[in-house]
Antibody, heavy 119, light 110 residues
Framework: EVQLVESGGGLVLPGGSLRLSCAASGFTFNTYEMNWVRQAPGKGLEWVSYIDASGTLMYYADSVKGRFSISRDNAKNSLYLQMNSLRAEDTAVYYC????????????WGQGALVTVSS | QSALTQPASVSGSPGQPITISCTGTSSDVGIYNYVSWYQQHPGKAPKLMIYDVSNRPSGVPDRFSGSKSGNTASLSISGLQAEDEADYYCSSFTSSSTLVFGTGTKVTVL
């Protein structure tokens, strides 16, 4: 069974940093591209970042470019999102999601981790 | 990258068909067949319902179908059921090598 479990969320001051982790199991992690998607309270889904299976190609939404960094450790079956210079508008539930082998659909999602940026 | 445009809400009675539109541009929906649809119940993670415009993952009821014409994709539910009441989001790959989601549609079963 495919499982994705996020951790590392919490309350952080504006301008602060936080690192989210996503532990993957039930599939061959190093053969799948992965994404982070967020959802602000009461709002819609917003794609955040993508990383290829080997960890060498990354893409970012304009709203986080230069502040967030996606990475993965295939030996640990883990995905990460390093978030720096956090702003109030980054407050959201952050989901990690597994991409299909071909295409850009996100077939499996974690339960989400809440990040609150507030003073 | 601007969000794809969806109606804020759609409603229907049980058994009735509904359709949700998803309008993009010639930089996303119009040129790629990487359009997906997600269902999200309150407090839950999104669930993939349709991928690559019109394909259903295993386990998704066949009353859900997808299509695309030009810059607009559509999700149809042929016979609405109570458990279909949820938020629905479309997404598309873009020419900037990013993903973009739709604004979301709340489906209400009357």
């Amino acid at each position: 069974e495919v499982q994705l479990v996020e951790s590392g969320g919490g309350l952080v001051l504006p301008g602060g940093s936080l690192r989210l982790s996503c532990a993957a199991s039930g599939f061959t992690f190093n053969t799948y591209e992965m994404n982070w998607v967020r959802q602000a309270p009461g709002k819609g889904l917003e794609w955040v970042s993508y990383i290829d299976a080997s960890g060498t190609l990354m893409y970012y939404a304009d709203s986080v470019k230069g502040r967030f960094s996606i990475s993965r450790d295939n030996a640990k079956n883990s995905l990460y999102l390093q978030m720096n210079s956090l702003r109030a508008e980054d407050t959201a539930v952050y989901y990690c999601a597994r991409q299909a082998r071909t295409g850009w659909d996100l077939g499996y999602w974690g339960q989400g981790a809440l990040v609150t940026v507030s003073s | 990258q601007s969000a794809l445009t969806q109606p804020a809400s759609v409603s229907g009675s049980p058994g009735q068909p509904i359709t949700i539109s998803c309008t993009g541009t010639s930089s996303d929906v119009g040129i790629y067949n990487y359009v997906s649809w997600y269902q999200q119940h309150p407090g839950k993670a999104p669930k993939l319902m349709i991928y690559d415009v019109s394909n259903r993952p295993s386990g998704v009821p066949d009353r859900f179908s997808g299509s695309k014409s030009g810059n607009t994709a559509s999700l149809s539910i042929s016979g609405l059921q109570a458990e279909d009441e949820a938020d629905y989001y479309c997404s598309s790959f873009t020419s900037s090598s990013t993903l973009v989601f739709g604004t979301g549609t709340k489906v209400t079963v009357l």
